[in-house]
């Protein structure tokens, strides 16, 4: 599961298993100039342990409720004026839009 290398690197080589786990001891090591490489006296344990990774997925559903109306309407056009009526206005909107944009 873990391999140290000479040079002290901790390299793990594979996803632990739950309920295994690998103990080692390590010093550390200063590779100074001066006084000199210094080595600790203590050593310290690393445990590496595979432990048990419980993962919950959750789904959320989104329900749009849209209420419309719908207006009454007529078919006779009796508010839609004629073409005749309309040009004037279309003129005038049309050299109004050329004056101010």
Do not use: K, Q, R
């Not at 901790?10 to 210094?38: C, K, M, Q, R, W």
């Not at 432990?51 to 009796?78: E, H, L, N, R, Y």
């Amino acid at each position: 599961m873990v391999t140290i290398t000479p040079g002290g690197d901790i390299i793990l080589n594979s996803i632990p298993t739950a309920g295994t786990s690998e103990t080692f001891t390590v010093l550390a090591t200063d590779h100074g100039v001066y006084p000199g490489s210094l080595s600790s006296v203590v050593s310290a344990t690393v445990t590496v342990a595979g432990i048990d990774c419980t993962t919950t997925t959750t789904t959320t559903t989104t329900t749009a409720t849209v209420t419309t109306t719908t207006a009454a309407t007529t078919t006779d056009g009796s508010n839609a004026g004629s073409d005749d009526e309309n040009v004037p206005w279309i003129i005038l909107a049309s050299l109004f839009g050329l004056v101010f944009a």
